[in-house]
Nanobody, 122 residues
Framework: QVSLEESGGESVQPGGSLRLACEASGRPHLMYVRGWFRQAPGKEREGVAIIDEVGITRYADSVKGRFTISKDKAKSTTLYLQMNDLKAEDTGTYYC???????????????WGRGTQVTVSS
């Protein structure tokens, strides 16, 4: 019913920037709330940023001021995560997620992409 596909992950040096994209297909009413999560090797998955259907955003404290979640204005099916001033601790697999109901950074949304790898290393 919903398909999510991430792109944009790559290796970057500390202090660098990346923009991740998540292309969605399926029923729009099942994707009212969308977000980004990440999982580092050996660690639990954590919520990074969430955006709801009216554009209200929430961020993990660790990324506030550095990351920005947004939707493409022309193509609302595309979700972005602009990541600036990247740090080694931002390394991990980043997942796009969606749900028709609201969810928080510690929740488990219904729909998930397969992830894209971000590596921050000098």
């Amino acid at each position: 019913q919903v398909s999510l596909e991430e792109s944009g992950g790559e290796s970057v040096q500390p202090g660098g920037s990346l923009r991740l994209a998540c292309e969605a297909s399926g029923r729009p009413h099942l994707m009212y709330v969308r977000g980004w999560f990440r999982q580092a090797p050996g660690k639990e998955r954590e919520g990074v940023a969430i955006i709801d259907e009216v554009g209200i955003t929430r961020y993990a404290d660790s990324v506030k001021g550095r990351f920005t979640i947004s939707k493409d204005k022309a193509k609302s099916t595309t979700l972005y995560l602009q990541m600036n001033d990247l740090k080694a601790e931002d390394t991990g697999t980043y997942y796009c997620a969606a749900d028709r109901l609201d969810f928080g950074l510690k929740d488990n949304p219904t729909y998930w992409g397969r992830g894209t790898q971000v590596t921050v290393s000098s």
